[in-house]
């Protein structure tokens, strides 16, 4: 069975760093492209970034460009998202999911990580 | 980027009724593949979104048959033919085409 497990959620201060985990087990987690999506507290989805399977392409959303960066850890199956300077407009629940490839569908989507940004 | 819209925002249902969702992109979806990279999702209260259907009209694993997608090129349909209570819920459509990724703004189905 397909999981995605995201951790390290929480509430930090304006300007501050987090770095949110996903955990992957189910599947061959090197031959995925992985994604992370948001959702603000009653608003709808938006696509943070996407890494593909080896970690060597990356992509971003304009609004966390130069703030956020995805990586992944292929040998603990494990993909991250290093978030700073944080915005109080960054809260949301994060989403990890993953796809076959560029351009395909997101097939699995993990449970979601609350990130609150707040003084 | 493509922005991506849908209608109606709200679509109060009928169990047993049709119901029809629209989406629509501002640039082409149509591949030189053939394909049309448009997605569907659901996003049931409190839970994560599940896809539904992919390439414009393939059904993902374990969806029921009642649902179907159409469309090509900019315009799309995501169609029920029969509602059931279990499909309450926001309905997305995603083009996974060209970064950025784009969701629409959301479909809320909800029993009348």
């Known amino acids: 069975e397909v999981q995605l497990v995201e951790s390290g959620g929480g509430l930090v201060q304006p300007g501050g760093s987090l770095r949110l985990s996903c955990a992957a087990s189910?599947?061959?987690?090197?031959?995925?492209?992985m994604h992370w999506v948001r959702q603000a507290p009653g608003k709808g989805l938006v696509w943070v970034s996407r890494i593909n399977n080896d970690g060597t392409i990356t992509s971003y959303a304009d609004s966390v460009k130069g703030r956020f960066t995805i990586s992944r850890d292929n040998a603990k199956n494990t993909l991250y998202l290093q978030m700073n300077s944080l915005r109080a407009e960054d809260t949301a629940v994060y989403f990890c999911?993953?796809?076959?490839?560029?351009?395909?569908?997101?097939?699995?989507w993990g449970q979601g990580a609350l990130v609150t940004v707040s003084s | 980027d493509i922005v991506m819209t849908q209608s109606p925002l709200s679509l109060p249902v009928t169990p047993g009724e049709p119901a029809a969702i629209s989406c629509r992109s501002s640039?082409?979806?149509?591949?030189?593949?053939?394909?049309?990279?448009l997605d569907w999702y659901l996003q049931r209260p409190g839970q994560s979104p599940q896809l539904l259907i992919y390439l414009g009209s393939n059904r993902a694993s374990g969806v029921p048959d009642r649902f179907s997608g159409s469309g090509s090129g900019t315009d799309f349909t995501l169609k029920i033919s029969r509602v059931e209570a279990e499909d309450v819920g926001v309905y997305y459509c995603?083009?996974?085409?060209?970064?950025?990724?784009?969701f629409g703004p959301g479909t809320k189905v909800d029993i009348k």
């Open positions: 999911a993953r796809s076959t490839y560029s351009g395909s569908r997101i097939d699995y």
């Open positions: 640039q082409s979806l149509l591949h030189s593949n053939g394909n049309n990279y």
């Open positions: 189910g599947f061959t987690f090197s031959s995925y492209w």
């Open positions: 995603m083009q996974p085409l060209r970064t950025p990724l784009t």
